[in-house]
């Protein structure tokens, strides 16, 4: 599969890992997941995991409060926590 908009698949023979990555950088701060095709049970399951949590995860940085151009440390931390939960 290809690689979508903020997505990344990973798939190198070199490596323990393979999965997509979520890279999301809204003002300034930049948000990284790693979903992995072991855990979410395979290469699509995973890649319907991240794009469900990159949509929450920009609706919410989209729709943030912004102090001095950058996200409100509130902000930040809920995006955090909605990425260590996913």
Known sequence: MKSKKN????????????GWRLCLSRSG????????DKKYGGE???????ESTRT????????ARK????????????AKKLLQNA
């Open 29 to 36: 701060t930049t948000f990284t997941k790693y979903f992995s």
């Open 67 to 78: 102090v001095n151009g950058k996200l409100s440390q509130t902000t930040i931390n809920k």
């Open 7 to 18: 997505l990344t698949r990973f798939t190198y023979e070199t490596t323990a890992f393979q």
């Open 44 to 50: 699509r399951k995973a890649l319907k995991v991240s």
């Open 56 to 63: 929450v995860l920009a609706e919410l940085l989209d729709g």
